[in-house]
C-alpha cells in the first residue's frame, strides 16, 4: 500500500530531524533531551503503523509527510531565535500526538472508538429519561447537561479533544444517577408502601407499579454500566483525538 511507503517516508524524516536538533544551540539540553524522545517515540509509532497498514489513506499519510517536513524546516537555531523555545517543543509534540492518531485511521481500530461513542450516546440517553422522575431537581440537572451532552457527542464523531473533555465531564452525574436508580428500585420493591404511592399517582394497579419500577430499575443499570465502559475505553483510546 501506499500510505506504508509514505509512513516509512515519515519515519526517516524524523529520524533526521533527530540529527538536526542534536547539532542545535539554541535549546536547551533539557529541551533537546525531551525532544529526541519524543521523536524517538513518534518514528516508532509510525514504523509500527507503516507496518500494519489495514485501510489505505494517502491523503492522511501525506499530511503527516508535510507536518515532519515543517518540523524538519523549523528544527534550526533562527527558527528557534526568532519563535522561541517552546513553541519549537510544540511542534515536536504535535508530531507525536499525529503518531499516537496514525494506528485509529490505519490499523483499523476505528471500530473502538465507534463502541465508545456509541456507549456514551445510549449511556446518556436513560439518564434524560429517568431524570424527571425523582423530582424538579433532577430535571433541571438533565436540562443543564443537554448541551454540553450535545457538544461532546458532535466533537466525539469528529475525534475532537474538546468533545473528549465534555464527556468526561457530563459523565459523572448520570452514573450516580443510574446507581441512585438501582438503589430506589430495591427500596421500592420492597416496601409496599411506595408501590402503593406509585400506583396512586398513575392510577394503575400494584403490577403496574411494580413494573415502573423495574424499568427504572433496569434504566439506571443499562445507564451506569455502558457510561461506566465508555468512560473506560474513552480513557484507554484518549490518544485518538485531537
Keep these: 500500500m501506499r500510505s ?6 515519515v519515519a ?9 536538533v542534536d547539532s542545535l544551540k539554541n535549546l536547551s539540553d533539557k529541551n533537546k533531551k525531551k525532544a529526541l524522545v519524543l521523536l524517538e517515540e513518534a518514528k516508532n509509532n509510525f514504523l ?3 507496518d500494519n497498514v489495514i485501510y489505505d489513506n494517502e491523503e492522511l499519510a501525506n499530511f503527516f509527510l ?12 533562527k527558527f528557534i531565535e526568532k ?3 517552546k513553541e519549537y517543543m510544540k511542534l515536536i509534540s504535535t508530531i507525536t500526538r499525529y503518531s499516537k492518531v496514525a494506528p485509529y485511521d490505519f490499523s ?4 473502538d472508538l465507534q463502541r465508545a461513542y456509541r456507549a456514551f450516546l445510549f449511556g446518556m440517553i436513560p439518564f434524560y429519561l429517568i431524570s424527571g422522575i425523582f423530582g424538579p431537581m433532577y430535571a433541571i440537572t438533565a436540562l443543564i447537561l443537554v448541551i454540553p451532552t450535545l457538544l461532546s457527542i458532535l466533537s466525539l464523531r469528529k475525534r475532537g479533544s474538546l468533545g473528549l473533555m465534555l464527556a468526561f465531564a ?3 452525574i448520570p452514573m450516580v444517577m ?9 427500596y421500592a420493591f420492597n416496601n409496599p408502601t411506595e408501590l402503593a404511592r406509585i400506583a396512586d399517582v398513575f392510577h394503575r394497579s400494584i403490577a403496574f407499579a411494580q413494573a415502573v419500577v423495574a424499568l427504572i430499575g433496569l434504566l439506571g443499570a443499562a445507564s451506569l454500566v455502558l457510561l461506566s465502559y465508555a468512560s473506560y475505553m474513552l480513557y484507554k483510546h484518549r490518544h485518538a483525538f485531537l
Design 4 to 9: 506504508a511507503e509514505i509512513l516509512r517516508d
Design 12 to 20: 526517516e524524516t524524523i529520524d533526521e530531524v533527530k540529527k538536526r
Design 48 to 50: 509500527t503503523v507503516a
Design 66 to 77: 508535510k507536518r515532519v517536513v515543517k518540523l524538519k524546516n523549523s528544527t534550526t537555531d
Design 83 to 85: 519563535s522561541g523555545q
Design 108 to 111: 483499523g481500530k476505528v471500530s
Design 170 to 172: 457530563v459523565m459523572p
Design 178 to 186: 443510574g446507581a441512585f436508580s438501582i438503589r430506589y428500585s430495591v
